[in-house]
């Protein structure tokens, strides 16, 4: 070995649509090391990351593997030289079994035709050594996102990868997937294999990583050992100016009860119920539990995106029916998805149709046509409000960050003037300064008398900028703790009450 470096990226540049996304950046991978890779969202972590994959071709830039020049022109041929990548939008096929979806590509055959026992022991094999609970005979699409996500990293690891980037792999795990993810980067480790981990959860950081390298506006900030440096330092780096409070405080008192939901039960699995709770006027109320726990299935059936069997919705005291979203959207509630890619977004639409598609009906003029001055006008205040990295608003949203993808679905619905606010996982896969930036919005939020619905997997945060979390397990209301007084395990004792 020449030296230490299992991969070594060297002046990488690249544009697009004449902005330079990624400027001469460096980045080493030693043998056997977990490195993350952090930075805002449209940084250009992923833009690397693709680049080094095949997805991209780099403007200028080299690679090196085990020191000898490699240069990739798709991902077939990247997995072919040992270099395995988990994205942070999940590109699976929905409609075949989970056996099928780890081995696409590469089939088992024998006689000539795939040999479908061999693919179950294979994938049964591959799963019990990564202590993943998954019957490789189910569909895609009956799997949770955090399920799918953690098949999605068994592939990965299936290709006996000598470099493997992650690419915000926990942002729909639980603690105790997390856990188990960690047990597994760790003894790939051990085998020598080279992680690259990219993730916004600071935490997570200083608990799994050697060293970490920061982007910021697509240059090279800094590379530095984890053990050396502090949460404060990473994220001035990150941002260019610290951040002295990770979450604002909220204003204590609250209103009236707005919106009571009473013994709401849902008609399909997986089931919600007979939950029952109430929200106040300028409360932030979160979701707490486990994944499965019925949190998205539970504000999916509030607005109407989900069938209810029975319950009642009663808000300021008056019974009303939603039987649809739009009904909710005209009753002033407004829902942010989880997965933004499969429910949130248009991909192959631009930025300003996503912005104004929820409130289109208001842009229409006395003629009955689109006002497109107004419709300008209000997408140019959201991408400056939520800070939205794109050259233009035309650009289609597909090619932003995923982050600045979620603040385009954020400011989408913030232009219809919701009085309820039904968010799930709100800040997923978005960085520490864009976090903060929701955090506060939230608050403002409230002080005007909007009342918010947050679902959370995050623990500090479902603790900090919540006045109450009501903590569901198993489809069913396990307990509603008031959030100052609460701790992690006050929630996750609730969040086995039904299991």
């Excluded at 981990?197 to 050697?210: L, N, R, V, W």
Aim: hydrophobic share 40%; aromatic share 6%; proline share 3%.
């Amino acid at each position: 070995m020449k030296d230490s470096y299992l991969l070594k990226i060297s002046k990488v540049s690249k544009s697009f649509s004449g902005i330079k996304v990624l400027n001469a950046v460096d980045f080493n991978l030693r043998h056997g090391s977990i490195h993350a890779l952090m930075g805002e969202n449209g940084a250009g972590k992923s833009t690397l990351m693709k680049c080094l994959f095949g997805i991209y071709k780099e403007d200028e830039g080299r690679f090196f593997l085990d020191d000898v020049e490699v240069n990739f022109q798709d991902p077939k041929h990247a997995l072919n030289y040992g270099i395995s990548m988990v994205h942070q939008e999940l590109n699976q096929v929905l409609q075949r079994n989970v056996s099928d979806n780890i081995w696409l590509g590469r089939y088992p055959k024998r006689y000539g035709l795939v040999d479908e026992k061999k693919m179950l022991i294979q994938t049964i094999e591959l799963f019990d050594s990564l202590g993943i609970d998954v019957d490789p005979r189910d569909k895609m699409s009956s799997l949770s996102v955090s399920q799918r996500q953690m098949v999605e990293i068994a592939k990965a690891v299936s290709y006996h990868a000598k470099v493997i980037v992650l690419d915000e792999p926990t942002s729909s795990l639980t603690e105790n997937e997390v856990d188990k993810l960690f047990q597994i980067m760790r003894s790939l480790k051990q085998k020598g294999v080279g992680i690259i981990y990219i993730s916004h959860k600071m935490e997570e950081i200083f608990q799994i990583a050697d060293e970490i390298t920061v982007l910021r506006d697509g240059e090279l900030i800094g590379t530095e050992d984890v053990s050396q440096i502090t949460m404060d330092q990473i994220i001035k780096m990150m941002v260019g100016r610290p951040i002295t409070q990770r979450f604002p405080s909220i204003p204590e008192t609250v209103g009236d009860v707005k919106l009571e939901i009473k013994h709401l039960s849902t008609t399909y699995e997986p089931y919600v119920k007979d939950v029952s709770f109430d929200l106040h006027q300028g409360e932030i109320l979160g979701i707490g539990g486990l994944v499965g726990a019925r949190r998205t299935e539970l504000v999916e059936a509030i607005f109407g995106a989900r069938t209810r069997r029975e319950g009642d919705i009663i808000l300021d005291g008056k019974p009303i029916h939603i039987g649809h979203p739009g009904d909710a959207i005209k009753l002033g509630f407004a829902l942010i998805t989880e997965e933004r890619r499969v429910t949130g977004i248009y991909p192959v639409s631009n930025i300003r149709f996503n912005t104004t598609i929820a409130n289109i009906t208001s842009y229409r003029n006395r003629l009955g046509l689109l006002s497109e001055p107004k419709m300008i006008e209000d997408t140019a205040t959201q991408i400056k409000l939520m800070r939205i990295k794109t050259p233009t608003q035309l650009e289609l949203i597909r090619a932003l960050s995923g982050g600045n993808q979620q603040k385009v679905i954020i400011g989408r619905w913030l232009l219809t003037n919701p009085d309820i606010l039904l968010m799930d996982e709100p800040t997923r896969g978005i960085d520490v300064g864009a976090k903060a930036e929701v955090y506060q919005l939230m608050v403002d939020l409230v002080k005007q008398g909007k009342s918010i619905i947050m679902v959370s997997s995050e623990m500090p945060e479902l603790l900090s900028v919540t006045h109450r979390v009501a903590v569901m397990s198993n489809g069913r209301l396990a307990g509603i703790l008031n959030s100052k007084d609460a701790t992690q395990e006050d929630v996750f004792r609730l969040s086995a009450k039904y299991l």
